[in-house]
């Protein structure tokens, strides 16, 4: 079990910059994949990014690469999601994610929401324009 409690949302100007934390629960949260997801008002939530148990590997949407960046700290059960270049299109709850071992699906699967196990309440991003 992992409990996941995001922080670090509020109200920006474009151009700005957030970061974005989630804090896990739980003595395993190194072998768990993270994801950030955010869904805004009357859409579908949609896939940020996510980063491998081993932070080697990260993937993004192609909607933030080269603006946002994903990142973790298994000492402290942390993930981060440095956002910058933030746009009002960037407005939505973020949520992080974790998705247990074993990792059966491919890589393609990863922005699916069905394969991630765990979910915060999420923070809510505000981008003014």
């Known amino acids: 079990q992992v409990q996941l409690v995001e922080s670090g949302g509020g109200l920006v100007q474009a151009g700005g910059s957030l970061r974005l934390s989630c804090a896990a629960s739980?003595?395993?949260?190194?072998?768990?994949?993270m994801g950030w997801f955010r869904q805004a008002p009357g859409k579908t939530r949609e896939f940020v990014a996510r980063?491998?148990?081993?932070?080697?590997?990260?993937y993004y949407a192609d909607s933030v690469k080269g603006r946002f960046t994903i990142s973790r700290d298994n000492a402290k059960n942390t993930v981060y999601l440095q956002m910058n270049s933030l746009k009002p299109e960037d407005t939505a709850v973020y949520y992080c994610?974790?998705?247990?071992?074993?990792?059966?699906?491919?890589?393609?699967?990863?922005?699916?929401?069905?394969?991630?196990?765990?979910w915060g309440q999420g923070t809510q991003v505000t981008v003014s324009s």
């Open positions: 994610a974790a998705d247990s071992p074993p990792f059966t699906y491919a890589s393609t699967y990863y922005s699916t929401a069905r394969i991630y196990d765990y």
């Open positions: 739980g003595r395993t949260f190194s072998s768990y994949a």
């Open positions: 980063i491998s148990a081993t932070a080697y590997i990260s």
